[in-house]
């Protein structure tokens, strides 16, 4: 949603910026969405922008999980509610996929072999042969930083 609206609709940021800002917001504790609101907020208009992005991404969801705690047994002995959550959750499925494609394409347009093999070896790594994402997770940021640190020492900028 936020590359949607800040770089395709109102061109504020640059899809690279945005790809920069969600790899430190992922790096970073909390949540990522929070963390790239506050990020993109902060580019655009400084500190008041990170604020009032920060409480705009919190505010929504900490005031309808405050209505549904309170209401807890009511919302979990009705249908309807229940059948509502449930198309809520394949909708956060389909912003998950929707969000992974749209950064895969971004890698491959960098045309730099790793991160395009990372994606899909992470996947099988966890998926089929059930290893721990913090591994995961390590091993990827040390093959990444390997590769930054060799292009710098190489001096040149051609991906690989």
């Not at 945005?18 to 430190?24: G, H, P, S, V």
């Not at 309808?64 to 009705?78: G, P, Q």
């Not at 998950?96 to 093999?117: A, P, S, Y």
Request: hydrophobic share 55%; proline share 2%; glycine share 6%.
């Amino acid at each position: 949603m936020i590359r949607k609206y800040f770089v395709n609709d109102l061109e504020l940021i640059t899809e690279k910026e945005l790809l920069d800002m969600a790899a430190i917001a992922q790096s970073t504790p909390g949540a990522i969405a929070v963390n790239l609101a506050v990020l993109v907020g902060y580019r655009i208009s400084g500190i008041v922008g990170a604020i009032i992005s920060c409480m705009g991404t919190i505010l929504p969801p900490l005031l309808i999980l405050s209505v549904i705690s309170f209401f807890y047994k009511a919302f979990r002995d009705n249908k309807i509610i229940s059948s509502i959550l449930k198309g809520m959750e394949a909708g956060v499925a389909a912003s998950i996929v929707d969000i992974l494609i749209d950064m895969c394409q971004g890698i491959r347009k960098e045309r730099n072999w790793l991160l395009t093999l990372l994606v899909p070896v992470a996947f099988i790594a966890n998926f089929i042969f059930n290893v721990n994402v913090v591994i995961i997770i390590i091993i990827s940021s040390i093959l990444c930083f390997a590769q930054g640190y060799l292009k710098k020492k190489r001096g040149g900028t051609k991906n690989e």
